[in-house]
């Protein structure tokens, strides 16, 4: 399974690179997909895979918001978030993990804290505007 998986996702990269889908193309992708060397790390597990493919899909839209955001919105502010890794010993995982959160145009990663089991996050967000004073009706100070 996990062969499979990766020789469909070399040759999507492939296809990706090449924006070719005629026969041939796919053939030297398939081949090509084939004899690159693979790393030997433990079995993915495929829940955890899943999990962070789809959370990389799902930051493709959030991408495209954040980026409306930025030119429309206000005077963002700057801060160091912390998230937990999925699971820093799976290199696949480490890279889904830090694409999803680097493809964001608010977001970077820094490097690894407490052991290499959370992520150091420097994040920008939309400053919300100043709460109505309900005695006066205008911003409160």
């Not at 998986?5 to 026969?23: K, Y």
């Not at 041939?24 to 895979?49: E, M």
């Not at 970077?108 to 709460?131: F, K, N, Q, S, W």
């Amino acid at each position: 399974m996990p062969l499979l998986l990766t020789t469909a996702f070399r040759l999507a990269v492939w296809c990706l690179l090449t924006a070719d889908l005629s026969g041939l193309n796919l053939l030297i992708g398939l081949v090509v997909a084939l004899l690159l060397p693979r790393a030997h790390s433990r079995p993915l597990p495929l829940r955890a895979l899943l999990r962070a493919l789809g959370r990389s899909l799902l930051a493709v839209p959030q991408a495209y918001l954040e980026a409306l955001r930025l030119i429309v919105g206000r005077e963002p502010q700057e801060e160091e978030i912390s998230e937990a890794t999925t699971d820093s010993t799976i290199p696949l995982l480490v890279f889904l993990d830090v694409f999803r959160i680097t493809l964001t145009p608010f977001t970077i990663v820094l490097g690894l804290e407490d052991g290499g089991r959370r992520y150091r996050i420097h994040a920008l967000r939309l400053r919300r505007p100043p709460a109505a004073d309900p005695a006066t009706g205008g911003p409160t100070p």
